[in-house]
């Protein structure tokens, strides 16, 4: 198996999630963590991102900063699933141009990022960009 | 919009996810935080296992304790994505039955689970679980 994960109810709707030795605080009412929803936009962006720096990098482009900023909307009947997502990278850095962020982008989309390609086919998923060279 | 959230970039392939002022790990090489898969793992069982305390206490169940233990495949092939995921529960309280739990776990998976809903179709989704009255 390739990934093991467990999460332990700490009351309300407040779980420690853990894999490995590693933790992350979950909560569904958003006081003590992230929601399940929210960390799914944090794990599909995570997942890109994660793309885009080792595109980039293989690329030789000497990255200074990145920046993800994630909007999901939901249905408004349950299953409140989301419906779309937009996605806003800002890269900065020295060694690339535009359509190097948008060649990876799209690498990502269409052939990398395993957390896109778990979810619906039909989720709206629009990527935008801006870079400081 | 639902969700907002962003990710920073902190070298290597290591993010700061925020939602709001909280936030995860996450790194890709799963050493100082969560990787991007594990994140969808933990989303996907904080979402069902909100459901089960809401249903099962709306019974008035009186839970003592919940465990959620989370095995995932991946295709070994690029994108790799998830193929399968087990979910085992681990429920600890009084004033349930084996068949509460049953019906409330179906409940999450049929109607309620918007991370769940926000997944392809033909992820194979294994769901078990234990009681300790």
């Known amino acids: ?5 467990s999460l332990e109810w700490l009351g ?3 779980f420690k999630g853990v894999a490995g030795g590693r933790e992350i605080a979950l909560d569904g009412h958003r006081e003590s963590g992230v929601s399940p929803t929210e960390a799914l936009t944090l794990a599909l962006g995570g997942c890109m ?3 885009l720096v080792a595109i980039l990098e293989k690329r030789r482009a000497a990255l200074r ?3 993800v900023e994630i909007e999901g ?3 408004e009947t349950e299953p409140r ?5 937009r996605m806003s990278f800002r890269v900065a850095g020295t060694g690339f141009t535009a359509s190097h962020v948008e060649r990876a982008i799209e690498l990502s989309r269409e052939k990398y990022c395993s957390v896109l390609h778990t979810l619906r086919p039909d989720l709206r998923l629009e990527t935008t960009f801006a870079i400081e060279i």
């Open 1 to 5: 198996m390739d990934v093991e994960t």
């Open 12 to 14: 309300g709707f407040r």
């Open 49 to 51: 991102a994660i793309d």
């Open 65 to 67: 900063s990145m920046r």
């Open 73 to 75: 909307t939901r249905a």
């Open 81 to 85: 699933r989301f419906t779309e997502i």
